[in-house]
């Protein structure tokens, strides 16, 4: 699933580039509602990610296109690998920004693990 963001001035650090913060904030959420249409009905949260690694700076005004793909089901988690790819304003091409793998594990209202069912579609 692909998800896109535009990077404006509020997301910017003191440098004036993309906060990393907020960028794993993106990461998360956008991770977390492929798992959602994939698992409907789930409580899903996240676990943790494999690797936090910043490829690049990104500037303002920068398009970033998170892609994220299922990579594995367990029996009670599943996880996906995301990879972000930036285009600066004006640019035709994107570089790669960031990429981790993320897991989340499905809950019940206790906050128990339970299983997960099978992927829609």
């Excluded at 698992?39 to 490829?55: A, I, K, Q, R």
């Amino acid at each position: 699933m692909d998800t896109f963001a535009l990077v404006r001035s509020e997301h910017l650090n003191h440098y004036g580039f993309l906060f990393g913060g907020k960028l794993l904030q993106w990461v998360d959420e956008y991770a977390w509602l492929c798992a959602t249409r994939e698992f409907p009905g789930c409580s899903l949260v996240t676990v943790g990610m494999d690797n936090v690694e910043f490829h690049t700076q990104v500037k303002n005004g920068s398009i970033l296109r998170f892609s994220t793909n299922r990579l594995r089901k367990g029996v009670t988690s599943v996880t996906y690998t995301t990879k972000v790819f930036g285009c600066e304003p004006g640019a035709f091409d994107e570089i790669a920004v960031f990429s981790t793998h993320i897991t989340f594990v499905c809950v019940d209202g206790s906050g128990a693990k339970t299983a997960l069912p099978e992927p829609k579609g």
